[in-house]
């Protein structure tokens, strides 16, 4: 089915018409890394003036909503605590209550503070991450310091792995362990004593849009762990339903009326499809109209922009 060119006035119009509630992603459609895209601002203000449900799903681990909430403030751009849902709250929020990982058991994060900040805001207790011990390079062919229960907590019951800059061998070490510790997965259940090790990532982008981009993504940082322990994780983030879960329990919508404005055909664009909701594609992220455009593409938006801030002429 051939995706709808959107550029005019009137065209913009008939959107803002046709749906009431609009999901945008965040990297590549509000944003570039810190950038504001030009008129994003202005488009998302005009949304909430004509009385729209704006609300803001986005992969990036690597912030919690807090910091978020700083970004969007910085930028200029209205939201509160409830419209915003990234891929760390969203993993937090799963291990907790869907999960219910036992109280005595931690999760070992591959990670930031995003994802840090969040499990602490459920209680979660963790380690690894940006902590001091995990920070560091070991001496070559070294593995002494990672033999000791210290090291490897058998009181892990999950690996988190999300964005992360800092990414070491030493981590990639540790969470290799916890995920590949024995204990049959199911009885006594992963994550709990005897059990296994839940093995979870907060999204599995391939590449971040970010100034100069694209560059690795969290999908590539955790592919390491993937390979080696040939175990396939749960995935919390774009397009995976975790996600969409965790959106509809805070703010139900009506899927009839809602677009998803988002810049990635296999997380954005996927997602509000296996989730019954049109799509807007914008090119001021990843995906390009070449791919949309390309013989036999499997992801086809309902509709094409270049830029949100288009809208904003209105
Ligand atoms: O690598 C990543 O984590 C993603 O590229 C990044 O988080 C995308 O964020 P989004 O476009 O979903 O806001
Ligand atoms: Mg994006």
């Known amino acids: 089915m051939p995706y709808e060119t959107l550029s005019s006035a009137s065209q913009y119009e008939a959107l803002l018409d046709a749906h009431d509630t609009w999901l945008f992603d965040c990297d590549g459609v509000l944003w ?3 950038e504001a895209i ?39 751009i209205e939201a509160e605590t409830k419209d915003v ?3 760390a709250y969203a993993s937090a929020v799963y291990l907790k209550h869907v999960l219910k990982l036992p109280e005595d058991r931690s999760v070992y994060v591959v990670g930031m503070e995003g994802i840090q900040e969040e499990l602490d805001a459920v209680g979660v207790r963790w380690c690894g991450g940006t902590s001091k011990e995990d920070n560091v390079f070991l001496p070559p062919l070294d593995f002494s310091s990672l033999l ?4 490897i907590d058998p009181k892990v019951g999950a690996v988190l792995c999300g964005f992360d800059m800092h990414l070491s061998y030493i981590k990639l070490a540790k969470a290799f362990k916890h995920i590949t ?29 970010a100034k100069g981009g694209p560059w690795p993504g969290a999908g590539s940082l955790s592919s390491p762990l993937v390979f080696a322990s040939k175990r396939k994780p749960l995935i919390v983030g774009k397009p995976h339903q975790p996600m969409l879960d965790c959106i509809e329990a ?9 677009l998803f404005v988002g810049d990635r055909l296999d997380t954005d664009i996927a997602f509000a499809q296996h989730g019954g909701i049109k799509t807007l594609m914008v090119l001021t ?11 036999g593409a499997e992801i086809v938006p309902d509709f094409l922009m270049q830029s949100i801030g288009d809208l904003a002429q209105l």
């Open 32 to 34: 570039s890394g810190d």
């Open 38 to 76: 030009a008129g994003a601002v202005e488009a998302v203000a005009l949304l909430r003036k004509r009385g729209k449900q704006v609300i803001f799903v986005t992969n990036n681990a690597s912030k919690s909503r807090q910091a978020l909430l700083g970004k969007f403030r910085k930028m200029g």
């Open 85 to 87: 849902f990234s891929s």
């Open 148 to 151: 000791s229960p210290e090291a």
């Open 181 to 209: 510790r024995e204990g049959a997965e199911g009885e006594p259940k992963a994550g709990e004593e005897g059990g296994g090790c839940y093995f979870i990532l907060t999204n599995d982008d391939s590449t971040f849009p």
């Open 250 to 258: 805070v703010q139900p919508f009506d899927k009839s009326r809602a």
């Open 285 to 295: 992220g990843i995906s390009t109209k070449a791919e949309i455009d390309a013989e």
